[in-house]
């Protein structure tokens, strides 16, 4: 029987953790390390199993619907990040502005890899990618908190390097300095 998942050659490094606690704006701290569990994780942000549609699912559902939570967690790319911090002015972009639960290098083009591919830590610990994570003006308003003059160009600089969103599939610990596996759906891509 055919594997419904294919290992990749392709590993990232686990270079920052942080967790934006809830009720308490879009920012998130630095942390040695997340407890995960099927919930998220406990305090944050995007905890939780499910969660109240919001702009981003307009479409589908009234806001405020209650919808499984698939972004219980932001995951940005070293390298992006060092890419929109380029292009709109600084040296170097904290992660933290941007509410990024985990900060991954090694891994190409990071913000396209294909949506319920798996990230697999040492732990046994699976995050399961939900989707492109689009740029919005509430990491802007902290960068232009933080570094006056350079939080209007997020946006734009962000656009197809934001990161992705993501869901707890299997909990455990992750770390900073752990390695990432990535596993991609092995299905070929759609055309209709």
């Known amino acids: 029987m055919a594997s419904v998942y294919r290992e990749s050659e392709h590993v990232g490094e686990v270079v920052w953790l942080g967790m934006a606690p809830a009720r308490q704006g879009l920012r998130s701290g630095a942390q040695d390390a997340l407890e995960l569990g099927f919930h998220g994780l406990d305090g944050a942000r995007h905890e939780g199993a499910t ?4 702009v981003r699912v307009k479409e589908l559902y009234p806001k405020g619907t209650e919808i499984r939570n ?3 967690l932001t995951i940005l790319s070293e390298e992006e990040l060092a890419g929109i911090a380029a292009d709109i002015g600084l040296e170097a972009l904290d992660p933290g502005l941007l509410g990024a639960s985990v900060v991954v290098k090694g891994i190409p083009d990071f913000t396209h890899v294909p949506p319920s591919s798996r990230l697999q830590g040492p732990s046994g610990v ?7 994570n689009l740029p919005c003006n509430l990491p802007a308003r902290e960068i232009e908190a933080d570094e006056p003059g350079h939080g209007k160009a997020f946006k734009r600089a962000a656009a197809g390097r934001r990161g992705v969103t993501a869901w707890v599939e299997r909990p455990g610990t992750l770390r900073r300095g752990d390695h990432l596996t990535l596993w991609l759906p092995a299905q070929r891509a759609w055309a209709p």
């Not at 699976?126 to 492109?132: C, F, I, K, R």
């Open 51 to 54: 969660r109240p549609a919001c």
């Open 70 to 72: 698939v972004r219980q």
């Open 126 to 132: 699976a995050l399961t990618v939900d989707m492109e």
